[in-house]
């Protein structure tokens, strides 16, 4: 079965870094694109970007440059999300989840279990 | 960038209940639409995709309807376990999501 297990939560101090994983198990990773979705405490989704599991290419949403990098290891089927410079705001859970296309459109069947991090000093 | 709405942002219901959620694009997004529940502390999960299409396994009280602006999300008997966040997104553009409409028990 498709899964989709992320690494555990973080604490960080501002202006350290985080990164998080995406491990994809049951389906071969380089046939469905990986998004990444922030929920800050209390509020909805966030779309934050997606990344070509065949190429390795990332794209940002806006509000998600400079700080957010997206990679790949697809040796273990892992996706990265790593978060530089952290501040306060980046306080939130952060998921992946596969984009699965269908006929021209696309959704989010399958996410992962989410990974707190946290900004604190 | 296309904006989603959604209403109501939340509602009261007992469990045997019909509840419909409307969600509504700033622009036109054909049947672009998907729809997500999330249970606090838990991931979102698809329920509606492509505006009608039910998703593998999600129970057929679940029903989705719309095109262009306007969209809702029907429950047509309401259970204990679909007290939730429901949330809509389209696929139309850059994704996006709308607001939320929290289902809590009257």
């Known amino acids: 079965q498709v899964q989709l297990v992320q690494s555990g939560s973080e604490l960080k101090k501002p202006g350290a870094s985080v990164k998080v994983s995406c491990k994809a198990s049951?389906?071969?990773?380089?046939?469905?694109?990986m998004n990444w979705v922030r929920q800050a405490p209390g509020q909805g989704l966030e779309w934050m970007g997606w990344?070509?599991?065949?190429?390795?290419?990332?794209t940002y949403a806006q509000g998600f440059t400079g700080r957010f990098v997206f990679s790949l290891d697809t040796s273990v089927s892992t996706a990265y999300l790593q978060i530089s410079s952290l501040k306060a705001e980046d306080t939130a859970v952060y998921y992946c989840a596969r984009r699965r296309v269908y006929s021209q459109m696309y959704y989010f069947d399958y996410w992962g279990q989410g990974t707190l991090v946290t900004v604190s000093s | 960038d296309i904006q989603m709405t959604q209403s109501p942002s939340s509602l009261s219901a007992s469990v045997g209940d019909r509840v419909t959620i409307t969600c509504r694009a700033s622009q036109s997004i054909s049947s672009y639409l998907n729809w997500y529940q999330q249970k606090p502390g838990k991931a979102p999960k698809l329920l509606i995709y492509a505006a009608s299409s039910l998703q593998s396994g999600v129970p057929s009280r679940f029903s989705g309807s719309g095109s262009g602006t306007d969209f809702t999300l029907t429950i047509s008997s309401l259970q204990p376990e679909d007290f939730a966040t429901y949330y809509c997104?389209?696929?139309?553009?850059?994704?996006?999501f709308g607001p939320g409409t929290k289902v809590d028990i009257k």
């Open positions: 997104q389209q696929s139309y553009s850059t994704p996006s």
């Open positions: 990344i070509n599991t065949n190429t390795g290419n990332p």
């Open positions: 049951g389906y071969t990773f380089t046939s469905y694109a």
